[in-house]
């Protein structure tokens, strides 16, 4: 059928997560449909990526320099430090514009199950860097799931341990902006319902 | 935020079929946390596939070679000519493994929607292929869409009047193998129930 060249992009393009083999199959024609709009840019920036992108030693971002724009840039605060998991969290936060302070990108949380311990991700480095710059806030950002809320504990048992004078804070749960109360799980909608606000 | 490499890069991903803004940052991001095993090999088999890859003057099917693999198949019988819309058809008929033939790629179908006339397919190219090779049958395998089905309509006038004695034939309509009824439209019912056979 089709030659080994289009059978290997096939191949690795249904590797990409949300895509299976149908949808690879689909995407490489449309690529090789659209060989001067797509194909050739996106395999050079495929290639400049490959080459240029590095994570950055201070926070673990993905950036082309080292340390990170983020990091480097002097407007931010340095002693206001927003742990998340992953960069792509990182990422959300940035779009929202809410945050101007500096990240710390943990790679991932604590997991009995997988067999992810502290000395897998960064948290020897948060500590330090909590230390060295003087932090005065670790906003705790991670997932709401079972393993971020475990990690949440840890980190703040830790941070807690080592620097007595550090606030210490979570995201707050309940309804998102927009969502219909409707919609809402049970868990969601109880701790809303605690944390109400007189308006 | 992120770098323009990495900016870019999700932007050209978002441009694929079945990717979206969100999963084209999905996926960017798992390209670079696999960069030797993914980004690397995808960026290199983007740049063979755009250097190598082209369409097959003959039939219109796409590979590194022209004319392409199956036209240049001995084994292959070339008194057959399947007609299919896309290049995905004929990878589809191939994976099946079940037609021995030549294809021919349409490139489309008419649509006087979209101003698609015949002279915008690989039409003129069909009929001359089927006198210069003799061909004895053309199966015309389109889909079975209103647009498909009119294409069919006027390949059969089409090729009627240059052959008298060609045989044009059509794929089955029917329960699809493995289908349950009660999940089939009306019309597949219809047509299955009217193309019954006796066992």
Redesign the interface.
């Known amino acids: 059928?089709?030659?080994s060249?289009?059978e290997?992009?096939i191949q690795?393009?249904s590797?990409?997560?949300?895509?299976g083999t149908r949808?690879a199959?689909?995407?490489?024609?449309?690529?090789?449909k659209?060989?001067e709009s797509?194909?050739?840019?996106?395999?050079?920036?495929?290639?400049?990526?490959?080459e240029?992108?590095k994570s950055c030693e201070v926070c673990g971002n993905?950036?082309?320099?080292d340390p990170c724009?983020i990091c480097r840039n002097p407007a931010r605060d340095r002693k206001t430090l927003c742990v998340v998991e992953?960069?792509?969290d990182?990422?959300a936060l940035?779009?929202a514009g809410v945050f101007s302070g500096q990240y710390h990108v943990l790679g991932g949380t604590l997991s009995a199950l997988d067999g992810v311990g502290p000395e897998d991700l960064r948290v020897e480095s948060l500590i330090r860097r909590v230390q060295e710059d003087e932090v005065t806030e670790v906003i705790l950002a991670l997932n709401a799931t079972v393993d971020g809320q475990t990690t949440s504990h840890y980190l703040t048992d830790r941070l807690a341990d080592e620097e007595a004078d550090l606030t210490i804070t979570r995201l707050a749960h309940g309804v998102p902006v927009g969502g219909e109360l409707d919609y809402l799980d049970d868990g969601t909608l109880a701790t809303a319902l605690k944390s109400r606000r007189s308006t």
Do not use: Y
């Not at 590797?15 to 895509?19: A, N, Q, T």
């Not at 797509?38 to 490959?50: E, K, S, T």
């Not at 993905?62 to 320099?65: C, F, I, M, Q």
């Open positions: 059928m089709s030659t060249e289009i290997q992009l690795l393009m590797k990409l997560p949300g895509l949808s199959r689909r995407a490489t024609l449309f690529l090789i659209h060989r797509l194909l050739m840019p996106l395999g050079d920036a495929m290639a400049a990526a490959a240029n992108v993905l950036d082309t320099e724009g992953d960069v792509s990182l990422w940035e779009r």
